[in-house]
């Protein structure tokens, strides 16, 4: 190689050389630079075959052929072929007088779209010189019209800069729009108003408002316009979504630019009273949705359908009625053609079209297979197509290609010979991107004939065989500048269809890795394509039940992240297309988010959720279902005052206040916390009221929810009264929920605890039983409401022999709570020793469990289990009532070494002072009871231990003795120590009428009290 | 019981008989999963009142099959799995004998926990600001360590040797899971089994004909929803064109639905609610579009 360098360099011709290639790059420079004349740029609109399709903006000339679809003959731009039609860009007037590249009259922010166009087209298509005319003089320099122009886009920009700064600090509302239910806007906070925006007339000349949230206070000020009358005169216009329509001069912009949409809907409303639905015009949205073009093509034909009032700009051209043949100029209807090969005659049918055509067999045939295929004769078409022999095609193309690419990659030392091949391989590349475009339309065509007639691995056989061709030719893979769109076109198409063809045949492992090979090399695809395969691949690996092997490591770059399986595959992607869609980059696809929610809440990683969910751009889901799933996701992570918070906003009487979910759920977390029973009530009332029609099956819940309020709120009622009709009401609703739902477990559970704790053991006993039927004893809570509704009654022997059987059904870990139980029934029945034994068991078990189970554990029974500072306390108690005063200074020790500040550990080193109260340690025992209150306010066995003492220091002490009792029995009604020192209070107080009752409560609830309380169960 | 051939044998003595297609099949395991007659009969015997007891042939046969070492045969089983867990699971409240339906139960929860070990099944969600196979983050990548949230889907397997009550939900999902592991193996019909008493677990909306039956609603704890909902995702969304199947995981999943609503549970009304909604879209012509055909316009040129 570098001898042969040598060679030139000595060589006698290398001055010629150098001259020759200096020459050559200066005509290049001045081939890019051209000047068009107006005449020169009309010839290039697409009606001529063999010459590139120009388009003009702001005399600014570019190539536009790669979008010969849209801008060619029949397209839905051809307008703007081969003029300059700067207006029209904006104007939407695309007849006569409107495509003209004047820009008079116009507002700065339309000169400063127009220029944003010309921006769009240097970025897509290649730009390729001036035209000679109103915005460049005979020399190629920028006319004062030019510079005019630009300056008034700058002003427009600049002004609308200021007018988003000045606006930005009163925040816009959030809006949304369907064609079901119209347009709405609303606040997150504050209030929607309209108001005029400071700078629109000097913008656009004229006045306008905008939506904006104004807080309560701000409501005063002057020129704000409350909003409803606007949200129906908008529901009265067709909007179609990707599109803006035009009405005069003003447009409306799609959802995807919210900014822009409550502007448009203002200028909307405006017009809306003299809007006349019939003369409409729609262009195209803004830039960002015009690339890719196919989509938006796409878009059109199905707003069509939907509505019939909207004219597209495709109408405009008045297409043909019939189809027909267009090639090389000449266009030719497909009657006589398509009759021939009724009859059969394919050969016939062809030699017709070549000869009228100009065609070569193999352009022929792609035509006529494409015919047949239009007109659903599949079968036919494969004949037709069968006819080309597509694979030495293919073979014919590659070698050519790939020297082409080698010589590119020569050093600049080239020569005049080296230049002139450039030339030539340019040339052919461009015929050999001609003739491939045709060969594989063909195989594609073939592929999706046979689709259709069910033959799935075939077609999937030719599918593969047009990428492999692809690969062939474009051996670096393809891009942009490579390749012609048409050719990139049916690329496209075939890396989407072919995972769907082995799908289809069966073929679930090549389907996979299909996908991959797709998915993590570069075919070039637009975004909305990648993101649908993407999905699709996403949903494949969510539910196709195959075990795949997880993705190679190989083909993975540097540190990047794996997934190991296939349910983290699908999350990977789902998450990596929301982000696409959080971006803007692909169109936002409601699908994605379900498939996301169903893997997530799966994973029950809800909290992952609630973030895609707030990343969302606003309008996409209403608001109320929005924050509804919000509180759903954080239900469902455990979070439910995060949840509680969500569902009071979407339940406020101006959103959606009888959704029966979200009140169900609101019920739901408030009947969990005596201090939000109160608001559940409200909740579930309503829920009870709305449960009717369809929704009739969910009344039951909706009681039983309404019924555990009550209850809850019983709890925390400070008078006599209330309570026992709050718990009435609980009752009462309960039982109907019960007679809606007969084998409802729950219900039955929860009449049994409320039975127990109305110390209406029979009936609660009842239940109980039920429950443990029902459910097959699989709860461990049945189990415990059964032993502890035995114990009350003092059938402690067979409440042991009940929790002997719940160990039996009980795993290892779960057994704690049952062991505890156990002991204390133990030292009910006055078997101290065994009760040792079966702390000791405890013990061990409880430390066992803190060492064995990691973080990993998550187990629903976790919040169940017994703390050892428990077992501490529990042997604590055990100890001081044999009066072996030494273990329980060393227990309360170690449960202090669990939990330093406890209500219940002061209570028992109170006990023990008191136990040496004759060594005058009564003040200490009171001031650790004292403390133990002060701890925890509701640890009721202080309250009654100071009932207990304070009398003792005399009838100066009796008020305050009553009192704090009173208190005790607040929060405990069924405290039996309290009832009898109450009476001991009354009697040392003189009232012994009061005193009797006292202790006659005491007394009867001797015999019905449970060894732990009931609540401990819930 | 080891071989195909013998199981067969063995399974002749217990069926009215078993068709020559079977015993004399190149590949006998194949037929015994695909033969519709023998299934048919096999579930009409799984749903007998009597069935499921200590010692009944059937409930043995299934057991000794699982146990031999063909894995062609464990399918055979597997694709039992929503008769036997949905038969279970409605007679739990019977009181009666089901130490069969247990027999088998354990079994698969044992082979289940051997073959992970024991271990724990987890997800890993990831952090897109971490580069992946399939996406680059923009602007400078963070130096910290990958965030990942790693989920756990399925809990340790402790060894259960009997049947705890208080575990049966558990031995229960873990047996729907191992069935999911192999779903892609199983015949149309026993999905639609497992749809059908779905529908009969969730029995949310109670028909005449329910009540008449007393069907019941059976406790449904998320160990056992959640692998039932993974089945149920597979069955509306997995790659099959049995509309039979189709229907009988919509109806499913709808009632599964309005269950998660009167349970007031999150995660079933997200995961369900979400299914729900895919399944209407999928149904609407507006929304789906093929991508992959080719230009219909009337001028066909080169």
Known sequence: MASSAQKFITSSFFGLTLIVAFMAFLLKFKSSQKLFSAEELSLHNGTDESLPILLGILGSVFDVTKGKSHYGVGGGYHHFAGRDASRAFVSGNFTGDGLTDSLRGLSSTEVHSVVGWRDFYFKSYKFVGKLVGRYYDSQGNPTKYLKGAEAKAARGAQLMEKQKEMEAKQPSCSSRWSQDDGGEVWCDNGFPRLVQRPFEIALTGKMSRRCACYSEDQLGQPGLEVVYGFLQGSAQGRLNLPFIMAFGDHSISTIYDLGFLIEAWCTFFQDCRSFNPTPTKIRQCPMQCFDPIPTIQFSISVSLNQSHSIQTMADDDSPPQGRQFSANGTSIPTADVEAKLDKGNIQEAESSLRERLSLNSEEARTLLGRLEYQRGNVESALRVLDGIDLQSAIQGLQPSVMTNSYSNSNSNSSSLSSSSYDNAGANRDSQNQKAAKLVLEGVYLKAKSLQKLGKFTEAAKDCTSVLDAVGKIFPQGISDAQVESPLQETVSKAVELLPELLKLAGNYQEAMATYRRVLLNPWNLDNECFARIQKAFAVFLLHSGLEADPPSLGAQAEGAYVPKNNLEEAILLLLVIMQKIHQGVVQWDPSVMDHLMYALSLCSQTPVLSKQLEELKPGLFHRTERWNFLALCCSGAGQNKAALNILRKSLHINEKPNDLTALLLAAKICSEDPHLAAEGVGYAQRAVDNAKGVDEHLKGACLRMLGLCLGKQAKVSSSDFERSQLQNGSLKSLDSALSLEQDNPDIIFELGVHYAEQRNLNTALHFAKKYIDITGGSELKGWRLLALILSAQQRFAEAETVTDAALDETGKWEQGPLLRLKAKLKVSQLRPMEAIDTYRHLLALVQAQRKALGPMKTDSQVDDKVKEFEVWYGLATLYSSLSHWKDVEVCVQKAREMKQYSAELLHTEGKICCMHEERGEFQEALSSHINAGLLDPLFVPSKVRIGALLPKMGSIALPVARTVLSDALRIEPTNRKAWYHLGMVHKADGRLAEAVDCLQAASMLEDSDPVENFRSIL | ?302
Not at chain 2, 262 to 276: C, E, F, N, P, R
């Open chain 2, 1 to 302: 019981m080891s071989s195909p051939t013998s199981c067969i044998r063995t399974l002749s003595s217990i069926l009215s008989s078993v068709p020559s297609s079977v015993s004399s099949s190149s590949n006998p395991s194949f037929s015994l999963l695909h033969d519709p007659t023998i299934s048919a009969e096999i579930s009409s015997l799984l749903r007998h009142p009597d069935s499921g007891s200590g010692d009944n042939n059937l409930c043995r046969w299934l057991y000794d099959t699982f146990h031999s070492p063909d894995p062609e045969l464990k399918l055979v089983v597997l694709r039992y799995v929503p008769i036997i867990t949905g038969v279970y699971l409605t007679r739990i409240a019977l009181r009666k004998s089901l130490a069969g339906f247990e027999a088998i139960l354990l079994a698969l929860y044992a082979h289940e926990t051997t073959a992970r070990d024991g271990q724990p099944v987890s997800v890993n969600v990831p952090d897109l600001s971490q580069p992946s196979i399939y996406h680059d983050p923009k602007g400078p990548a963070k130096n910290k360590a990958t965030e990942l949230n790693l989920a756990v889907i399925s809990p340790t397997l402790e060894p259960h040797g009997t049947m705890r009550s208080s575990r049966r939900a558990r031995i229960v999902g873990v047996a729907l899971e191992l069935y999911y592991t192999k779903i892609s193996q199983m015949p149309v019909s026993s999905k639609i089994e497992f749809c059908e008493f779905c529908d009969i677990w969730a029995a949310s909306q109670k028909t005449e004909e329910a009540k008449a039956k007393k069907e019941r609603m059976i406790p449904l704890p998320w160990e056992l929803l959640q692998p039932s909902l993974r089945i149920l995702g597979h069955c509306l969304l997995g790659s099959h064109n049995s509309k039979e199947l189709l229907e009988a995981a919509s109806s499913a999943n709808k009632s599964l639905y309005h269950r998660s609503l009167h349970d007031i549970d999150a995660k079933a009304i997200l995961a369900t609610g979400s299914l729900l909604r895919i399944e209407k879209m999928a149904s609407d012509p507006k929304l789906n579009v093929d991508h992959t055909e080719i230009d219909m316009s009337n001028v066909l040129s080169l």
